[in-house]
Structure formats: structure tokens, C-alpha cells
């Protein structure tokens, strides 16, 4: 074990429902020292803590993030039996809290937003295009298909424009007004800012 006691890493670690303000690098590694009681004694390699730190104080000088990412150093070293925290283990962490970050943020939408999120990841999964951009009129008919088949509510069509604008503000999905000439006019398209499987597995499916 690399860690002490599951409650008290709980407790040291885990502490996810505070709002943090912004630090600097230097404040984050001294956040990040009054944490470290979570790892027995000589586990944690010297570079790891200030690593973290300034991984996380790229990214808006986020508390939560340094912790979170610590956290995930500790299990990550675990998970492959090693004997210590090292700095290989602090950039698979990042990617690991990026992950839980989307999957958490993906959680806290609605049923509705979920199942678009959902339709919309498993558009672009089918696609032969490197890049897909699916139509919105594409999204609503898989999202209804989705929903009559499970007995779900559908909504209608400017309530699914409007969540799909919320999730673009959410920096979930893209949008893009493109042209399709004179005769046919304006049409909104959707990419996903994330990768397809991640949200598909983060979305609820109620099935």
C-alpha cells in the first residue's frame, strides 16, 4: 500500500465540494505538503509535488485540480504495483482527473442534455469522416429514436436547440453555422470537444 488508511486519504485528498480561489505554483506545493500525510513516509518521489503544482497552476491556479491530481498519482502507482510516486505518474494523473472532470461535469446535466450528448457521441463514432460535424436535425432524430424506443419523453425541436446551446456553453460540444448554398440555406452542426467514448460512457442511459 502507498497510501494510509482509506478514511484518512479520503479525508486528506477527496475534499471535492470546497470552492477554491486562484494560487500560484508556489502556493498549490504548499497546499499539496499539508495532503502529502496521505502517502506513507519516502513514497512520494521529491519531483512530484512541485509537478503538480505547476500542472495545476496552468490551468487557473486550481486547488481542486492539484489535488485531485495528487490523488490520482497515489492510485495510479498503486494500481501498477509500484513502489513509489513518480513523475510518470503525475502526467497519466492529469489525463485521469481531465477524464473525471468531463465525466463529472456530464453527470450534472439533465436527462435530456445527457441523451442529446449521448446521440451525438455515438453519430460521431459511426462516421467515416475524420472530422464529423452531425446537423442538428441529425442529433434530434437520433435523440428521439433513442427516446421512443426506451419510452422516454421527447421534446420538441427549439427545447433541443436550446439544451444543445447549454452544452456548447458548457464546452461540452462545439457549434457552427454553416452555408449549404442559396437554395438551402443556413444549418447549425455539432462536434464533440471530447472524446465520443468517454461521454458515452459517462452518459446515463436509464436502459
Known amino acids: 500500500m502507498l497510501v494510509n488508511s482509506r478514511e484518512r486519504t479520503k479525508s486528506s485528498l477527496c475534499e471535492r465540494e470546497l470552492?477554491?480561489?486562484v494560487y500560484d505554483a508556489d502556493q498549490l506545493q504548499s497546499i499539496l505538503q499539508s495532503r502529502?500525510?496521505?502517502?506513507k513516509d519516502g513514497v512520494l518521489n521529491d519531483d512530484v509535488i512541485p509537478l503538480v503544482a505547476a500542472v495545476a497552476a496552468k490551468e487557473h491556479g486550481d486547488a481542486r485540480k492539484a489535488i485531485d491530481v495528487l490523488r490520482f498519482t497515489g492510485e495510479i502507482a498503486q494500481e501498477n504495483d509500484?513502489?513509489?510516486?513518480?513523475?510518470?505518474?503525475?502526467?497519466?494523473?492529469?489525463?485521469?482527473?481531465?477524464?473525471?472532470?468531463?465525466?463529472?461535469l456530464i453527470e450534472g446535466t439533465s436527462p435530456h442534455s445527457q441523451r442529446l450528448l449521448r446521440s451525438l457521441a455515438l453519430l460521431i463514432q459511426s462516421s467515416s469522416e475524420s472530422d464529423p460535424?452531425?446537423?442538428?436535425e441529425d442529433v434530434y432524430e437520433f435523440y428521439r429514436d433513442l427516446s421512443e424506443r426506451n419510452?422516454?419523453?421527447?421534446?420538441?425541436k427549439r427545447r433541443v436547440r436550446d439544451?444543445?446551446?447549454?452544452?456548447?456553453?458548457?464546452?461540452?460540444?462545439?457549434?457552427?453555422?454553416e452555408s449549404r448554398g442559396r437554395a438551402e440555406g443556413l444549418r447549425v452542426v455539432n462536434r464533440l470537444l471530447h472524446e465520443p467514448g468517454l461521454v458515452v460512457d459517462a452518459c446515463s442511459t436509464e436502459e
Open 163 to 177: 439544451l444543445l446551446n447549454e452544452l456548447e456553453f458548457l464546452d461540452l460540444i462545439e457549434q457552427e453555422t
Open 151 to 156: 419510452s422516454y419523453e421527447t421534446l420538441k
Open 82 to 104: 509500484d513502489d513509489g510516486v513518480r513523475i510518470e505518474h503525475v502526467y497519466d494523473a492529469d489525463r485521469e482527473e481531465g477524464k473525471e472532470r468531463i465525466r463529472e
Open 133 to 136: 460535424a452531425i446537423p442538428n
Open 36 to 39: 502529502s500525510a496521505a502517502f
Open 19 to 21: 470552492i477554491f480561489p
